[in-house]
C-alpha cells in the first residue's frame, strides 16, 4: 500500500511540473520576441517599400536580428509577407548547408503559416532547415493593420 502511495505521488508531483516546463520554454521564446519587436519599434511603423520591409526610413537588415541572438542566444528573423509567402529578408538561420536562409520562404507546412495569415501569434515546435525549435511567430502589421510579414524566435530543441 505505502508503495503504491510513493508511485501515485511520485507520477502526480511529475504531471505536476509539465505545465511549468511547457511555460518555462514559452518565456524562453517571448522575452527575446518582446525585445526583437521593442528594437523594431523604436526605428518606427512597418512598411513595405518594394519587395522590402521597412522600420521607418530603415530597411529590415539581419543586424537587427543579430543584435537580439547575441543578447538571448537561439535564432531570429524577419519576413515579408509576399502573396501568400513570407519570405526571409533578415536571419541569423542557416540552411542545411551553412550558407545564411535569407531569401528563402517560410515552409508551407509550417502550423505557424495559417495563424500568421489570420494577423495571430504562433508559439510551439517549428522545424526549420531540419531542426526543431522551440519558436515564435508574430504577425508584423501597417498602419492599416494589414499582415506584411512576421518575426520569428527559436531555440533548438
Known amino acids: 500500500m505505502y508503495r503504491n502511495n510513493l508511485i501515485a505521488w511520485a507520477l502526480s508531483c511529475f504531471i505536476a511540473l509539465l505545465p511549468s516546463v511547457g511555460a ?3 518565456d524562453k521564446v517571448e522575452t527575446p ?5 521593442a528594437e523594431t519599434a523604436k526605428l518606427g511603423a512597418p ?5 522590402d520591409l521597412y522600420f521607418g526610413d530603415t530597411k529590415a537588415s539581419s543586424d537587427l536580428v543579430e543584435a ?22 533578415a536571419t541569423t538561420v542557416k540552411k542545411e548547408d551553412g550558407s545564411s536562409a535569407v531569401g ?7 502550423p505557424a503559416l495559417a495563424k500568421l495569415n489570420n494577423g495571430e501569434p504562433y508559439y510551439g515546435n517549428a522545424t526549420v532547415f531540419g531542426k526543431t525549435y522551440d519558436a515564435g511567430y508574430e504577425p508584423i502589421k501597417d498602419a492599416s493593420r494589414a ?5 520569428f524566435v527559436g531555440f533548438p530543441k
Not at 512598411?47 to 519587395?51: A, D, V
Not at 528563402?104 to 509550417?110: I, M, N, R, W
Not at 499582415?147 to 518575426?151: C, D, L, M
Open 147 to 151: 499582415v506584411i510579414g512576421a518575426y
Open 24 to 26: 518555462a520554454q514559452t
Open 47 to 51: 512598411k513595405i517599400q518594394g519587395n
Open 104 to 110: 528563402t520562404a517560410l515552409d508551407a507546412k509550417s
Open 68 to 89: 537580439i541572438v547575441k543578447s538571448s542566444g537561439g535564432v531570429a528573423t524577419l519576413f515579408v509577407k509576399n502573396g501568400d509567402k513570407y519570405v526571409r529578408v
Open 33 to 37: 520576441m518582446t525585445a526583437l519587436q
